[in-house]
């Protein structure tokens, strides 16, 4: 069972803190992972890529990973209103194929 | 930027009535995808197309539906005899060889009466 696991929130963090969004994910042959945003009645839009254990920074997003414990995670620094949306892991497993977790619904709140 | 492009952005149809929901992914991807997702729940993958064919698909991807590519452009998801519960937003997405971006259309709203 491939399977993707978030806290679905929801999360609310004023404007400027840090929002930390976590992932677990069951399979580990699991290659790469990803953090989609999803506005609501939009579509997904990936923000972050991560294939290798540690940190890896975009801005104010910075992903992190570790293989050994199956786990993903997203800080976003300085958070703002328009940070507000639903993230989404992704991961894609060894079969290529792209399974995504329910999403953790963020509010910043200015 | 290029785009996916979804057509229709909204299909109302009757239980057991047939739909086909169109992609145009970007024209030099290779790999195409369908997910779906029901309203407050997860994106769920369908399936995935390489090379003409079907190189996976999940459980959720049974015989009802089917995928096709009927020209160069096209990408289509069928779905045979619609039921309630496939009342969903159908997003198609496509990814070019070297990369793992994923690019999504903007869906398909589908509505089963």
């Known amino acids: 069972q491939k399977e993707v696991e978030q806290n679905s929130g929801p999360l609310s963090v004023p404007e400027g803190a840090i929002a930390s969004l976590n992932c677990t994910y069951s399979d580990r042959g699991s290659q790469s992972f990803f953090w989609y945003r999803q506005y609501s009645g939009k579509s997904p839009e990936l923000i972050m890529s991560?294939?290798?254990?540690g940190d890896k920074e975009d801005g104010r997003f910075t992903a992190q990973l570790n293989k050994a414990s199956q786990y993903v995670s997203l800080l976003i620094r300085d958070s703002q209103p328009s940070d507000s949306a639903t993230y989404l892991c992704a991961v894609n497993t060894r079969w290529n194929q792209f399974y995504f977790g329910t999403g953790t619904s963020l509010t910043v709140i200015p | 930027e290029p785009e996916v492009t979804q057509t229709p952005s909204h299909q109302v149809t009757q239980m057991g009535q047939e739909v086909i929901l169109r992609c145009v992914p970007i024209s030099n991807h290779l790999y195409f995808y369908w997910y779906r997702q029901i309203l407050g729940q997860k994106v769920e993958f369908l399936v995935s197309?390489?090379?003409?064919?079907?190189?996976?698909k999940s459980e959720i991807f049974d015989d009802q539906f089917s995928v096709e590519r009927p020209d160069g452009s096209n990408f289509t998801l069928k779905i045979r005899s619609t039921k309630l519960e496939d009342s969903a937003m159908y997003f198609c997405?496509?990814?070019?060889?070297?990369?793992?971006?994923?690019?999504f259309g903007s869906g398909t709203q589908l509505s089963v009466l």
């Open positions: 991560i294939y290798s254990n």
């Open positions: 197309f390489y090379n003409n064919e079907i190189s996976e």
């Open positions: 997405a496509s990814r070019d060889r070297g990369s793992e971006k994923l690019f």
